[in-house]
């Protein structure tokens, strides 16, 4: 279903940055809090999951990271159903509000030997819980985005969404890093863990706030569309929208989240280059995905640029990981992969806001809801299922060619995505007030 454009002026350029400010503040936030969890595991799997075994108590941590992937499918129906029938604001209000929740629970929750079974019983309730938001957040996020810009800056605008989970990224390995630096083993089992968690915390009430001081939607003489039909429908936009977003999501976990431990674990790296990579991978993302973006909005057609990064994922996967797995030093290593990030998360903007974009061949009634995130909840836990077959205990470094092939597997598939999607140039620009802006 497409949308006649021209009904509603864009906003202005100060209403935008507006806009921009206060969906990334707390997109990253979000971001941040959920990925943040990955680099305290080893310590939570001691302190709320007790094991006579190191590894059981470690593998039922990272089982609850992944527990948070099981909801956001569930949190892209629900939030993104509140979005699409009661405005952008609502969903965004009430995710950001769930992730504060959930990380404050894990920042004061007493550990197993303090209470018992209840430690572990809350401490998985508080990952779904995040979970719940991080899946209602990329929808109605992006969306806002793509419907308050117009055509030739909607890469742009949609890409800060991304660029902003860079910022996160990079913000938690740095955290993460500072605080095992600075504090012995001993504190930081005993209460330097939480410090990660109270940081993110702080900064829930800012994004809260700046979100609240956004107007009420505007009523939308629209009819609702549930998520039940929106997937009978749009099947085909929600098939099309899972395949364009496995190559950067899988991208995305590949080498902020599985490549550290990889090269720790598997290859025997120095601790010291896992802090690096994923710093440097945030980094990457945050500056490149705007400038892939603003590209993207230059070209008269928007697939180009997907597809040749899309090319270049699938020629560069294997040689990449071969050299990792042959002895590359550490800062080729680094310069490995620095690349592969760069060409996996180019699509970060176009993704959403190109006019073969997933955003974009969506209905604005049914945009956010049921549509955007259970695509990525969906991919991510594929990769999953790949990257614990490369990470068996034996510890085999020709693993990571299961990894690198599952990669090549799904850049393929999001080609096949491309090739299927059509234009959807049109898409309404909302009054200021639909998407909100902030006030005063």
Known sequence: MQIAAGKTAPPSRAELRRIVTAIVIGNGFVAYDFTVYSFSALIIGNLFFPSHSPASSLLLSLATFGAGFVMRPLGAIMIGHIADSRGRKAGLTVSLTLMTLGTWLIACLPD??????????????ARLMQGLAAGGEIGPASASLMESAAYRQ????????????????????????????LLSPAEMHAWGWRIPFVLGGLIGP????????????????????????MFAEHPRALVCGLLMMAAPSVGIYLTVFYMPAYLVRTLQRPPAISLWTACLSGLVILVVTPLFARAADRLASRKTLQYASL???????WPAFWALTHGAADLAALAIITAYVALAVNNAGPQFGADDGSA??????????????????????????????????????????????????????????????????RVQHLPVATVGVITG
């Open 112 to 125: 197993y030997a303090s209470i018992g079974p209840a430690a572990t019983v809350l401490m998985v309730l």
């Open 154 to 181: 909607r890469c742009f605008m949609v890409s800060w969404r991304g660029a902003s989970q860079g910022a996160a990224a990079f913000a938690a390995a740095l955290v993460g890093a500072s605080t095992t630096m």
């Open 206 to 229: 800012v994004g809260w706030y700046l979100r609240r001081r956004m107007p009420a939607a505007a009523p939308q003489k629209r009819a609702r569309l549930s998520p039940a039909r």
């Open 311 to 317: 090319a270049a994922s699938l020629v560069l996967a």
């Open 360 to 425: 974009a061949c969506a209905p604005a009634r049914g945009r956010t809801g049921g549509d955007l995130q259970l695509r990525r909840g969906a991919i991510r836990r594929i990769f999953a299922v790949h990257r614990d077959v490369a990470d068996q205990p034996d510890r085999r470094p020709d693993g990571a060619g299961v990894v690198s092939d599952g990669g090549d597997a799904v850049d393929a598939s999001r080609i096949e995505g491309l090739s299927r999607t059509g234009d959807a140039r």
